[in-house]
């Protein structure tokens, strides 16, 4: 069965700090892989998709970017986090545009 | 373009009483529409999917969603509720984007309450 990881769980960084979060996925191959994030109280907004090696479309330009190294990882990046990055921050996977399956979530503290 | 929009930010039934669960959405296509839900601090399950099949979607933990295209709804029950139903549920309306990945649009999410 396909597994999804993401990890840290918790993070707490300084405003300016760099960032780095990972993704990844088991039990598939050539997922479609998605970052998101949901502020307090909202609901989630996709930031990121991919498709393949190397492909990273971005839905919401920010300071914010994504990488995709391996078939089953996925990275989220930042060189200096603001206030406003605070959230969680959730992977998901699908075979192509099948249904998306979430991984448990980044919860991330930008003080 | 898409959107959707749950009616009820909160809402609160007692245990064993139905849950009723209110989202219409907008969309330039036939849609394809999900319920998720999310328990504290955790990521998202879904529960279930509509994808132009029968309008009656049955999904986990007994919860189901009607389609009515005619209302542009997509309302979430579940005959009788458990404790452990209290969560927040989205709905979700979909499109394929040119990448062939399928572009999730949320709704602001409804908080479900179970009293005992």
């Known amino acids: 069965s396909q597994t999804i990881h993401q990890w840290p769980a918790t993070l707490v960084q300084p405003v300016g700090s760099p960032l780095s979060l990972e993704c990844t996925v088991e039990?598939?191959?050539?997922?479609?892989l998605y970052w998101y994030r949901q502020a307090a109280g909202r609901g989630l907004q996709l930031l990121f998709y991919?498709?393949?090696?190397?492909?990273i479309s971005s839905e919401v330009p920010q300071n914010l970017s994504a990488s995709r190294p391996q078939d089953r990882q996925f990275i989220l990046s930042s060189k200096k986090l603001l206030l406003s990055d605070s959230g969680f921050y959730l992977c998901?996977?699908?075979?192509?545009?099948?249904?998306?399956?979430f991984g448990p979530g980044t919860r991330l503290l930008v003080l | 373009a898409q959107s959707v929009t749950q009616l009820d930010s909160h809402v609160s039934v007692s245990e064993g009483t139905p849950v009723l669960l209110r989202c219409n959405y907008s969309?330039?296509?036939?849609?394809?529409l999900f319920w998720y839900v999310q328990h504290p601090n955790k990521g998202l399950q879904l529960l279930l999917k509509?994808?132009?099949?029968?309008?009656l979607v049955k999904g986990i933990n007994g919860f189901e969603a009607e389609f009515k295209k005619s209302e542009t709804s997509f309302h979430l029950t579940k005959p009788s509720a458990h404790m452990s139903d209290a969560a927040e549920y989205f709905c979700?309306?979909?499109?394929?984007?040119?990448?062939?990945?399928?572009?999730?649009?949320f709704g602001s999410g409804t908080q479900l309450t179970v009293l005992p």
């Open positions: 998901a996977w699908s075979v192509r545009a099948g249904s998306q399956y």
């Open positions: 039990g598939t191959s050539n997922p479609n």
């Open positions: 991919s498709v393949g090696i190397g492909q």
């Open positions: 969309s330039s296509y036939s849609p394809s």
């Open positions: 509509y994808t132009s099949a029968a309008t």
């Open positions: 979700v309306v979909s499109s394929l984007t040119s990448g062939s990945a399928r572009q999730l649009t």
